[in-house]
């Protein structure tokens, strides 16, 4: 079975500051996905970045950072100098192909609140 | 490039009603999935349909059902609703053409809430 935590419920920060949000997966898939995606208050969920398991390079895009490290098996997401409208709900997720399908499995979620 | 849209955006029913809720991909996306969000359960899969076939369901009652048309465009199904089918609704989006890397492009939802 496929599973995501993300233990941190909230956390808030003050602007500027950095922050890293957790994200462990378990899997017994030898080839898997995973994904972040950011969830603001209008509700659509805005896909951020995509891993596939055979890749454990980090990844920078702008301020924000990933660090995929397949021997812990977790994948955090770094957003360096945080802004207000870094505020935000943000979801890991792990993707598996179970009977021809394509689904995924997201953590429970991290709020992110950033404050001014 | 339009995103993926779903009508209506709020919905408000009574126990006992059903309701069919509405998603449009985006151009080219043959594959659309469903998935439930609540402040208990989180994101729950509910099921993927790809050129009008559905691929996989989650764990969900049989009240829960969808569809898919000929131009990809989907809805989906509650019968006899409960309160606690009371959440928010997402449809997801992607090409799919290469497995199952290609990310999800969701929609705003539609909130349901059943009285």
């Known amino acids: 079975a496929q599973k995501v935590t993300q233990a941190q419920t909230e956390i808030s920060v003050v602007e500027k500051e950095d922050v890293t949000l957790d994200c462990v997966y378990e899997t017994r898939d030898t080839t898997y996905y995973l994904f972040w995606y950011k969830q603001p208050p209008s509700g659509e969920l805005v896909f951020l970045i995509r891993?596939?398991?055979?890749?454990?390079q980090n990844e920078i895009s702008g301020r924000y950072s990933w660090n995929f490290q397949k021997s812990t098996s977790s994948f955090n997401f770094t957003i360096t100098a945080s802004q207000v409208v870094d505020s935000a709900v943000y979801f890991c997720?792990?993707?598996?192909?179970?009977?021809?399908?394509?689904?995924?499995?997201f953590g429970k979620g991290t709020k992110l609140s950033v404050i001014p | 490039k339009a995103g993926v849209t779903q009508t209506p955006r709020y919905l408000i029913k009574t126990r006992g009603q059903q309701v069919t809720l509405s998603c449009s991909p985006i151009s080219g996306h043959r594959s659309v999935s469903w998935y439930q969000q609540t402040p208990g359960q989180g994101l729950q899969f509910l099921f993927e349909?790809?050129?009008?076939?559905?691929?996989n369901k989650g764990n969900f009652p049989g009240r829960f059902s969808g569809r898919q048309f000929s131009n990809s465009r989907s809805e989906m199904n509650v019968s006899t609703l409960e309160l606690g089918d009371s959440a928010l609704y997402l449809c997801?989006?992607?090409?799919?053409?290469?497995?199952?890397?290609?990310?999800?492009?969701f929609g705003n939802g539609t909130r349901l809430t059943v009285t």
């Open positions: 997801a989006s992607s090409t799919r053409e290469v497995g199952y890397n290609s990310p999800l492009h």
């Open positions: 997720a792990l993707s598996y192909s179970g009977a021809g399908s394509y689904q995924l499995t």
């Open positions: 891993r596939n398991s055979f890749d454990e």
């Open positions: 349909y790809f050129s009008e076939t559905q691929r």
